[in-house]
């Protein structure tokens, strides 16, 4: 059990995975608070306390709420497979010193990208931050197979 | 291997995320079983059969398939997390009380969350259940982070 | 540390997983590549460079880049899932040869599934695959909730 958690490289995917997760379920309560403040709601059930004529209002979408949630679903594209790559090469026993490259690439990478996404800053600096943290994860799966490969 | 299995905690991590991650799974049928009873298809392909009239009344989004889909999406933001960090979680030697405690409150909120969703249950019994189980799976990340940090 | 990788049936699930985990992430490249083909974006940034009327023209859905969104989305709640429960199942230690059944039908069961919606071949192709890959994830969780159940 706890051998897992002596080795270096498995603590330090440990650390990221739940850094990036973390900042992934974060996108939750912040659509949460841009539906309240830009009054956009998804369910009768949200509103039912506004008059007729409110509610029809505050039941459609709004930009901002729409690009939170774009956001989010990104992360889910991706954040998801770093994860899941990133635990199986974590077991294959790379160098401490490229896993952690692999690993603080990726957690910068879509740290800037939420950022790039949300405020919104010119592109192509959105485009560039999908690709880093793409690229990372797609490298792990190169070495994943690399290493293990039994079809 | 085996000795993974052999643990109480990872035992019972590996009992509760089958069951959750199967709920999830069973949005995917729900929603073929409300997008055949409405009427309402995503496809040309899935209306091919019907005239040109029927299909054009069918390719509509209909409120309770999209509602429905809403909650399986709020299950793969959700429930995706808590698995990977349930995971680590269980990996890092917890009690096994204050993990049956974490794993079962979350099941729990996970499926009152669903019931509150479909029905649909007036607020704000729906916003509580899904807090609840965030609360759970930040919990366990904040035990993972203080326990084997290694940036 | 080591030891996991050293099952034959942890190797295969690992091959396996990164397979499929790796198609999943292509989707994201697709899409990139139908908004461009088709001018269909969704943020103002993404064609800040282009007139005021192009613009407009180029913020609208495209049938073509929502179909690849789908299924995009159709992986993140199928081919997630498979990752989790196989890794469990993994654990359980079942033999090398149903193992290789389960993830082996899984894996063509998904390409095919991509294909099947893409191209777009006719119904069922779509949904057959589809059925196919939930009854390999939810065999996998019978035989982890029938071998570890601990609540």
Redesign the interface.
């Known amino acids: 059990?706890?051998?897992?958690?002596e080795?270096?490289?498995?603590?330090?995917f440990?650390?990221?995975?739940?850094?990036v997760?973390?900042k992934?379920?974060l996108?939750?309560?912040m659509t949460a608070y841009y539906r309240f403040t830009r009054g956009s709601f998804?369910?009768?059930?949200?509103v039912?306390r506004k008059s007729a004529e409110e509610r029809k209002k505050m039941l459609r979408t709004h930009p901002d709420v729409?690009?939170v949630r774009?956001c989010?679903q990104n992360d889910?594209?991706?954040i998801?497979?770093f994860?899941?790559?990133g635990l199986?090469y974590a077991?294959?026993?790379p160098e401490l010193s490229a896993a952690l490259l692999h690993f603080r690439i990726f957690a910068g990478s879509r740290i800037f990208h939420t950022i790039a996404y949300i405020c919104?800053?010119?592109?192509p600096s959105?485009a560039l931050s999908?690709l880093t943290g793409?690229g990372v994860?797609?490298s792990m799966?190169y070495k994943?197979?690399s290493?293990?490969?039994?079809?």
């Open positions: 059990m706890a051998n897992l958690m080795d270096d490289v498995f603590r330090t440990t650390t990221y995975a739940a850094i997760i973390v992934m379920m996108m939750g309560p998804s369910n009768e059930e949200d039912a729409e690009r774009r989010h889910l594209e991706n998801v497979p994860v899941v790559v199986l077991l294959t026993g919104p800053l010119p592109q959105r999908w793409m994860t797609l799966a994943i197979l290493t293990v490969l039994l079809l």
